[in-house]
């Protein structure tokens, strides 16, 4: 079992800036990617960023150039520096961690930190 907790979201006028923080808990050993999701009122969720245990990086066209995921070198806290933040950034921010153990694949989520951007 792996637990998240999301930290780091708030109200933040346009243009700013904005770090949210993932600390994972548990079985963090058969973490293998983890990553961080959004969903805006009447939208479904969708991948913002996602970084494997080798560093490499994705991005949503929407976020590339202004959002950076990175991770501490145990893979224990997440961390996604949000810049030039647009009222289209607004939604509730999860941290997602996938593992795999005894050859089974499982997703875990956060409860969900909402980011709000003001015009």
């Known amino acids: 079992q792996v637990q998240l907790v999301e930290s780091g979201g708030g109200l933040v006028q346009a243009g700013g800036s904005l770090r949210l923080s993932c600390a994972a808990s548990g079985s963090t050993f058969s973490i293998i990617v983890m990553g961080w999701y959004r969903q805006a009122p009447g939208k479904q969720r969708e991948k913002v960023a996602i970084?494997?245990?080798?560093?490499?990086?994705n991005y949503a066209d929407s976020v590339k150039g202004r959002f950076t995921i990175s991770r501490d070198n145990a893979m224990n806290r997440l961390y996604l520096q949000m810049n030039s933040l647009t009222p289209e950034d607004t939604a509730v921010y999860f941290c997602?961690?996938?593992?795999?153990?005894?050859?089974?694949?499982?997703?875990?989520w956060g409860q969900g930190t909402q980011v709000t951007v003001s015009s």
């Open positions: 997602n961690a996938q593992t795999y153990a005894n050859a089974n694949l499982r997703g875990y």
């Open positions: 970084i494997n245990n080798g560093g490499t990086t």
